[in-house]
């Protein structure tokens, strides 16, 4: 494998978790536009960013398979308590 395959490898590996983090913090944003106004959006996107990537990887390491429906499960699970955490929850500031 080449460098420009390994990039596009870890390209695909990745995007699920940006685009993930980034539709559900522009939503969030949308349906709670009152309550989220003092958080911004790229505060809310980068920590759901991080908590997908952090749940992709485990996944990567405890299924050895990348793509698991359960994986996938656990990321939108760890999106939604990640966008609380920063929006609603003790990490709001």
């Known amino acids: 494998m080449g460098p420009l395959d390994a990039f596009w490898h870890l390209l695909n590996f990745v995007l699920p978790a940006l685009a993930v983090a980034s539709l559900a913090a522009g939503a969030a944003k949308l349906l709670w536009r009152r309550e989220l106004k003092p958080v911004p959006w790229t505060r809310l996107a980068r920590d759901a960013a991080i908590a997908n990537l952090l749940v992709l990887v485990a996944g ?26 920063r929006g609603f929850g003790p990490g709001r500031r």
């Open 60 to 85: 990567l390491m405890l299924t050895r398979h990348d793509g698991r429906i359960l994986t996938y499960a656990a990321m939108v699970l760890a999106c939604a308590i990640a966008l609380w955490w």
